[in-house]
C-alpha cells in the first residue's frame, strides 16, 4: 500500500475506534427522554459534555447547543429547507448540519473553510479551500451564507463581513453565531494577552475576538439590516439542550 493511502486508511481506522468508544460512552446518557436533539431525532437522558459544557452534544449526529439552534432557526424561523430554490454557501461547515442541507432539493449547496479549524469530530471537508475575508466568487451570486462560530477566529473579520455582504444577493441573508461575553459593552481584540488571561476570558479557546454587546451593530456598520433575536425564549429550549440566552444573528442585505 502506498504511503497515503496508508495514511488516509489509518485515518479512517482511528475514525472508526473514536466512534465505537464514543458510542460505548454515551450508552449510560441513552437511558432516557429528557432531552430531544432536533436534528437527527435522538432521545437522551441529557446531552453527553462536551469539553468544559454539561448536556451539550449528541453522539449520534454530532451537534452542539449551536447546531441544534441554528438548525431550529433555519428550518421554523427562517423556513430555509422550503421553496423558493436558493444558493447558499456554508463556511466551516458542521456535519450535522451539512448532513441537512445536502439533501434538501431547494438548495444548491456549496461549502468552504480555509483548514485551519478543521474539527475531524464536528466539520467535514469543505468543496472549496476559501478564506471568509477573500470569497473566491462572483458580487450578489447567494441567496444565503452560513458562519456559525467563524467570525471570531479571523483576524479581520470586518473584512470577512464586508466579503459576505458583498457576495450576497440584495434580500438575502447571513447566518452568524459566535460566542458573545452579554457583560462586555464593546468588542475587543488583544493579541497579547497571555494564555491564562484567555483561560479565564473564554475557557482558553484560541480565538481572535471578544465579542460584546456591540455585535450586531459592528454588521449593521457593513450595511447589513439586523434584528434582536429572542427566538431561543419561545422554543422548548430545555427540550433541545439549548440556552434561553443563546443568539444567532441573521444579517440581511438591502434590497
Ligand atoms: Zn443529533
Redesign the pocket.
Known amino acids: 500500500m502506498k504511503p497515503y493511502a496508508q495514511l488516509i486508511h489509518s485515518q479512517a481506522l482511528l475514525n472508526r475506534l473514536r466512534n465505537v468508544r464514543l458510542q460505548v460512552r454515551s450508552i449510560p446518557y441513552r437511558m432516557g427522554g429528557n432531552v430531544e436533539?432536533?436534528?437527527?431525532?435522538?432521545h437522551y437522558k441529557a446531552f453527553m459534555p462536551f469539553r468544559y459544557r454539561q448536556n451539550a452534544y449528541?453522539?449520534?449526529?454530532?451537534?452542539l447547543e449551536r447546531?441544534?439552534y441554528a438548525y431550529l432557526t433555519l428550518r421554523d424561523r427562517l423556513e430555509f429547507y422550503k421553496a423558493p430554490l436558493k444558493k447558499v454557501l456554508h463556511f466551516a461547515p458542521d456535519s450535522?448540519l451539512t448532513a441537512t442541507i445536502r439533501k434538501n432539493r431547494f438548495i444548491e449547496y456549496l461549502t468552504a473553510d480555509n483548514m485551519t479549524s478543521f474539527t475531524n469530530s464536528i466539520t467535514v471537508m469543505p468543496d472549496h479551500v476559501m478564506s471568509i475575508d477573500a470569497i473566491a466568487f462572483e458580487d450578489n451570486t447567494f441567496d444565503v451564507v452560513i458562519a456559525i462560530g467563524v467570525l471570531v477566529m479571523v483576524p479581520e473579520d470586518t473584512k470577512a463581513t464586508r466579503e459576505v455582504y458583498r457576495v450576497l444577493k440584495p434580500g438575502g441573508y447571513a447566518v452568524f453565531h459566535d460566542p458573545i461575553n452579554y457583560s462586555l459593552a464593546k468588542t475587543f481584540s488583544d493579541a497579547s494577552l497571555t494564555k491564562e488571561e484567555k483561560q479565564g476570558l473564554y475557557h482558553g479557546h484560541d480565538q481572535r475576538w471578544y465579542y460584546g454587546l456591540d455585535y450586531a451593530d459592528r454588521l449593521r456598520a457593513q450595511g447589513f439590516e439586523v434584528e434582536d433575536d429572542t427566538y431561543a425564549q419561545q422554543i422548548d429550549n430545555k427540550r433541545y439542550g439549548i440556552s434561553p440566552n443563546e443568539k444567532i444573528y441573521i444579517a440581511r442585505k438591502k434590497e
Open positions: 436533539c432536533p436534528i437527527c431525532g435522538s449528541c453522539p449520534s449526529c454530532k451537534s447546531h441544534r450535522c
